[in-house]
């Protein structure tokens, strides 16, 4: 009996999870397994749920206080009603939409590269990106939001803010992609980190880069990523002098460092939102895996 029980609350949870992750995802979203389409415009998902990291804090005096089922309901996502903790009285109009958002940091704390931290509490505090809600009505100091759009669930204390369009440019045809390309000369940065704090990253990732408006990165601009071989600060794993030589495998009549060999052109990406010392970028080429701690460069 108790496996039983076991079984259906495990199959109610998973149907939950799977329900919830649909309503997150925008029937237009890209599947990330595929190359993106030439001449268009990264969508709504791409552009809204990248996350970003900024030097200026998002204020926290407007956040989603409850919502309906609040006695039992923990999750919102999208279609759900919530309410926010201001109402007529602090300015706030049927019609008003917000975007929702929240401060977040890896639960790992690892590190991927020596200075990977460092390079972080740099540039900023990173931000999820949760969707979009509508005021529907208001009351003199609450207010009842529908979220309109979702890309993961949001919960008690999420921030909002005024929402704001995110242009973007179009995407550059994938032929001009040069996988020999000479160093541009321009600002040379690093993959510091990944939406969702993953490690590695291909085509239709959203990466986050230490170069921004401070550096004269601006929306639409396109990041080349690439790689030096056999450079200690390279994250994929690696033996000493592997560029040139591995144990059993043949090796090079002399040894040759990074300074010495061509560097890996890994793909490029298009600059989708920026701060003062940090910009994301969404990968739009990828040749092959492109890690934390790779290095990008204005192209």
């Known amino acids: 009996m108790r496996a039983n029980v076991a079984s259906l609350c495990l199959s109610l949870f998973l149907g ?20 993106v389409p030439h001449g268009l415009r990264p969508d709504a998902a791409a552009v809204y749920c990248s996350g970003f990291i900024t030097d200026h804090k998002v204020p926290d005096t407007l956040q989603i206080v409850s919502a309906e089922q609040s006695s039992y309901k923990i999750l919102f996502s999208r279609g759900d009603y919530v309410h926010i903790g201001m109402g007529a009285g602090q300015g706030i109009r049927v019609g008003d939409r917000f975007s929702v958002v929240r401060p977040s940091e890896d639960p790992d704390r690892g590190t991927w590269f020596k200075w990977q931290n460092r390079l972080l509490k740099a540039m900023g505090t990173h931000y999820a990106d949760l969707g979009t809600v509508q005021v ?5 100091n609450a ?3 529908q979220v309109t759009f979702s890309c993961g669930p949001m919960w008690r204390g999420d921030l909002l803010r005024p929402y704001a369009e995110r242009p973007v440019a179009p995407y550059k045809p994938a032929s001009e ?8 000369g321009k600002p040379v940065a690093m993959v510091v980190a990944q939406n969702g704090f ?18 004269g990165v601006k929306i639409g601009d396109y990041v080349r990523m690439f790689r030096y ?5 390279e994250t994929a794993p690696l033996s000493k002098d592997y560029q040139y030589k591995v144990f059993g495998f043949g090796s090079a009549p002399k040894r040759y460092t990074w300074q010495d060999l061509p560097r890996e052109v890994l793909g490029e990406g298009i600059v989708i939102n920026t701060s003062t010392n940090a910009s994301t970028v969404f990968m739009t080429y990828a040749t092959a895996e492109v890690y934390s701690g790779d290095y990008v460069e204005l192209e």
């Open 16 to 35: 939950a999870t799977a329900c919830l992750a649909q309503e997150a995802t925008p029937s237009a979203a890209i599947d990330s397994t595929q190359n």
């Open 136 to 140: 529907v009505s208001v009351l003199p």
């Open 143 to 145: 207010s009842v939001a």
């Open 177 to 184: 992609f040069n996988h020999f390309a000479p160093v541009s």
């Open 198 to 215: 993953s490690q590695i990253a291909g085509t239709n990732s959203a990466v986050y880069i230490n170069l921004g408006t401070a550096q």
């Open 229 to 233: 071989q056999g450079s200690t600060v």
